[in-house]
């Protein structure tokens, strides 16, 4: 049961697919005095079945990360159309033809980060920025670079509106931050087709980096780097479908 969700979620993915239906029985008006107001309680109650059924289920057993992923808001960091899908086991679109991952992507990358409190992390691909506000809230020191200047900007007022600590920077992520380098470990939210030698470089002896690799416009491989002098352990965590890493013309 566990290896079969396991494989639907694989499947089902981070970034690229939007599918499933809405459960939910939330109603959003957009007019300025909501008809059915959606209460923190109500989206406390479906982020803890979220972290039950989605992700917890499906093997994520890091309590520290569970507890991270029931603290954070996911509903913050959607579009207001998606409200009622944000506690959803599914990506969701956040405009400019980009994606918040799934829920238990999120979780399983950041378990493959093995980082502890206090690590320095560079995340490639801010989003929305949830990934690195679930980042932020394990206590790691965050920094996160973004292509899109417009989800760059929205992504750096939103965590520091919530109150988390991240370092936005906008820019092509294949370069990392060379200046907060070494990085304990770097987490990549978008496909290349191969592995971006800068950001091998700006890992620690020892690190590791989470990467999905592969073609556009296809599946790729998710994958965990540990980092070993001038070579690279690789485990490779499964099929999954991510927007394609894009880069500066
Ligand atoms: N981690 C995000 C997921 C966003 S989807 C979240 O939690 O919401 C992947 C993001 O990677 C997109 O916003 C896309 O614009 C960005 N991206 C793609 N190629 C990039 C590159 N070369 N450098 C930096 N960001 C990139």
């Known amino acids: 049961m566990r290896m079969f969700l396991v494989m639907l979620a694989v499947v089902l993915a981070a970034c690229g697919h939007v599918g499933g239906t809405s459960t939910t029985t939330i109603v959003l008006t957009a007019s300025p005095l909501p008809r059915i107001s959606v209460t923190?309680?109500?989206f406390a109650r479906l982020r803890k079945e979220m972290v039950m059924t989605q992700i917890e289920l499906r093997g994520v057993s890091d309590l520290d990360i569970l507890a991270a992923m029931n603290a954070v808001s996911r509903h913050e960091f959607v579009l207001p159309e998606y409200l009622d899908q944000a506690y959803e086991d599914h990506?969701?679109?956040i405009g400019y033809g980009q994606t918040i991952s799934q829920p238990y992507i999120v979780a399983l990358m950041t378990e493959k980060l093995q980082v502890k409190r206090g690590d320095k992390v560079l995340e490639i691909g801010t989003g929305s920025g949830y990934q690195a506000a679930v980042l932020a809230?394990?206590?790691?020191?965050?920094?996160?670079?973004?292509?899109?200047?417009?989800?760059?900007?929205?992504?750096d007022e939103r965590l520091k509106r919530l109150g988390y600590k991240v370092a936005v920077k906008e820019g092509d992520g294949y370069f990392g931050w060379e200046e907060y380098s070494p990085y304990d470990a770097i987490i990549v939210t978008a496909a290349p087709d191969h592995v971006p030698q800068p950001l091998v470089k700006q890992l620690k002896d020892g690190g590791r980096l989470v990467i999905p690799v592969g073609p556009r416009g296809a599946y790729q491989t998710l994958w965990q780097f540990t980092r070993q002098g001038d070579d690279l352990k690789a485990v490779n965590l499964g099929g999954v479908a991510f927007v394609p890493f894009v880069r500066e013309k």
């Open 137 to 155: 809230y394990l206590g790691l020191e965050v920094y996160s670079v973004e292509i899109i200047p417009e989800l760059a900007h929205v992504a």
């Open 91 to 93: 990506p969701l679109p």
């Open 40 to 42: 923190s309680d109500s």
